[in-house]
């Protein structure tokens, strides 16, 4: 009887002691991890990568953000993943691909291949020119807008799209539509060639060249082109026969009044003396000891006579 009530006292006690070992285990390590969580992360290094040039296939290996539009059509060769290639991503210009009228509303869809938790979406629109300075931002009809016209976007996987109205008296033949993602690793850029039409487009519609574009009736010339359909080429060249131009025709003009007027030249040249005070000096006394030879000889001859 004593060996059983003992056998059962030393299991109970066993079994008290793995509870409490258990206990105490849990306790020790909710307390670390709540020091881990409480403490700076002081010797956490810092990701200085710069991510505008990690090639594609290292973005899609790190799973880096990438996503893709589908309305309006972007341009051919535009890369859904390529990071801080404004204002389009490294991609020329093309044909505009997509009709609308001025003042109407225009849809932009995208779809997110791989969100980001802080991403922000602006879309912008220019009358063609690849220039920053051309683009206007445009203000989505619906959800939360930022100062800067910039809204949230691209932090869930899927499609998104949202609205916006088209300014009033904006008809171009080739405009430029910038839609620019920006992450925490960098910006992506993807920009659509649409066509805004109405009624001065006709005006210069498919007329400007070198590049240039259709703009309200008038064409909106590249730099390092005039004209009224961008026909003429101002490069550094031309402006430099031009000035070489103006020089010969200032000789021309000099040469010929010279030639007119070469007699009174001559008699001025002759009036004025180039010799200096202290030359003039020293011939003086020469030419008076020439003019005394000559008249001593002359009384020398008159005696010998």
Request: aromatic fraction near 8%; proline fraction near 3%; charge should be negative.
């Amino acid at each position: 009887m004593m060996k059983k009530s003992l056998s059962l006292i030393i299991l109970l006690s066993l079994i008290i002691l793995s509870i409490s070992t258990r206990i105490l285990k849990e306790e020790s390590e909710e307390e670390k991890d709540k020091l881990e969580s409480d403490e700076e992360p002081c010797d956490e290094k810092k990701d200085t990568t710069d991510y505008t040039t990690v090639p594609e296939s290292q973005i899609r290996k790190e799973n880096l953000p990438h996503s893709q539009v589908l309305i309006p059509i972007r341009r051919i060769g535009t890369s859904n993943m390529k990071l801080g290639d404004g204002p389009c991503g490294g991609v020329e210009k093309k044909l505009a691909n997509t009709l609308t009228n001025e003042g109407s509303s225009l849809n932009v869809v995208w779809e997110i291949l791989v969100p980001e938790s802080t991403g922000n979406c602006t879309v912008k629109l220019s009358y063609g020119n690849q220039d920053e300075k051309s683009f206007k931002t445009l203000m989505p009809k619906e959800g939360k807008i930022n100062e800067d016209g910039s809204f949230p976007c691209g932090r869930n996987k899927g499609f998104e799209h949202q609205e916006f109205i088209l300014p009033e008296n904006y008809e171009c033949d080739g405009c430029t539509l910038q839609w620019k993602w920006t992450t925490s690793y960098g910006d992506i850029y993807s920009c659509s060639d649409i066509i805004i039409s109405g009624g001065s487009l006709k005006k210069c519609l498919g007329k400007c060249l070198n590049g240039g574009s259709c703009f309200n009736g008038e064409c909106m010339c590249l730099e390092g082109f005039s004209g009224k359909f961008c026909q003429n080429i101002e490069s550094e060249g031309s402006l430099a026969w031009l000035w070489i131009l103006i020089v010969l025709i200032i000789l021309a003009v000099a040469g010929y009044f010279g030639y007119q007027n070469r007699e009174r030249i001559s008699a001025w040249f002759k009036n004025h003396s180039w010799l200096s005070d202290s030359k003039r000096i020293k011939e003086i006394p020469f030419a008076d000891n020439q003019n005394n030879n000559i008249s001593s000889n002359i009384v020398d001859n008159s005696k010998q006579n």
